[in-house]
């Protein structure tokens, strides 16, 4: 068996190597088209040398009117010749590009919106460097990720943050309007019970005052009154004088004791005349009687007798008025 000759073994290695950069170079188009952000492969003057499925896909979708997978594009002078509302955002992409080729970057990261009339977007812009080959020109991979879910929940967290200070604020002015008004009710506590210690100072004296009252009042009634009444009670007189005085000597007795006090506040619908003939049913004088002490008839008499148990809530009852009286 003849060994091989050098030629032959030289076209051996070099199909070995073809085939492993093939396989390389499947297996490198398989991961970038495996990921969701958009990536193109940029070469040091910005041509784009490779991109993924998502880039693909994102060209087809925008209608760019150039080869999907835009190979071939430079990349910069896309950027340097943007115009309208993507003209700032444009140029500081390229700037960031061309500071990672420079080396002055070692990677350049910029947010920007890309909305559209349905929904708004935002995207995350990476540039890193890329060696193509061993010791070879350096590359850059530009990837475009979809980061609209992070930045609406970044929205999201700082509305939300701006309204829980809001809420805050306004619980804070609450709390303070809350503390003033407390100060307010203990200023006006304290001047109601400074109101309440005068009231009950006032109270007091007046008690006093009408204690002094009634044992002055009983007083000048049992010395300069009392006296006299006895001695006319003494004296020879008819009977209807004698009526007289014990109206007299009763009308003394009610106005110093309790009775008086029940009476007047009972009879406050009473008439004079009426109030006059309850305190004698009261002493026990009979109708004719107290006709003929008050110089009036029996039947006027009965009419306000009458009257008084209609006042009394005693009419269509049978109820004794004088026992009635006597109750009070």
Not at 49 to 54: G, V, W
Not at 117 to 130: A, D
Not at 271 to 298: D, N, Q, W, Y
């Amino acid at each position: 068996m003849v060994a091989p000759g050098p030629q032959k073994k030289s076209i051996d290695s070099g199909r070995i190597r073809i085939e492993a950069d093939r396989k390389l170079l499947l297996w490198s188009q398989t991961a970038l088209d495996s990921l969701s952000a958009r990536v193109a492969v940029l070469d040091e003057d910005g041509f784009i040398l490779e991109t993924n499925r998502a880039w693909k896909e994102f060209a087809r979708a925008s209608d760019i009117r150039m080869r999907p997978d835009t190979v071939g594009v430079n990349y910069l002078s896309v950027c340097d010749k943007a115009e309208g509302r993507g003209f700032a955002l444009a140029r500081k992409a390229a700037a960031g590009i061309r500071s990672v080729i420079s080396g002055e970057s070692g990677e350049f990261v910029m947010e920007y919106p890309c909305h559209s009339p349905n929904e708004k977007c935002w995207y995350n812009l990476r540039v890193t460097r890329l060696r193509l080959e061993f010791e070879g020109p350096m590359g850059l991979v530009v990837s475009h990720e979809n980061v609209t879910n992070v930045k609406q929940a970044h929205i999201t967290l700082r509305r939300r943050e701006t309204e829980l200070q809001l809420e805050t604020l306004k619980l804070e002015e609450a709390n303070a309007a809350l503390r003033r008004r407390e100060a307010d009710l203990e200023r006006e506590a304290h001047k109601l019970e400074e109101a309440n210690a005068a009231l009950r100072v006032l109270v007091r004296q007046r008690d006093e005052d009408r204690r002094e009252m009634e044992e002055k009042v009983v007083s000048q009634v049992k010395e300069l009154v009392q006296p006299y009444v006895d001695r006319l009670k003494s004296g020879a007189m008819d009977q209807r004088y004698k009526n007289l005085i014990a109206v007299v000597e009763s009308n003394l007795n009610d106005i110093i004791s309790p009775f008086a006090q029940k009476l007047s506040s009972r009879f406050l619908s009473l008439t004079p005349s009426e109030i006059r003939i309850a305190g004698l049913v009261k002493e026990g004088f009979t109708s004719k009687e107290i006709a003929e002490i008050l110089c009036i008839t029996s039947k006027t008499v009965e009419f306000h007798r009458e009257n008084i148990r209609k006042r009394l809530g005693l009419k269509g009852r049978r109820a004794n008025l004088r026992t009635h009286l006597l109750t009070l």
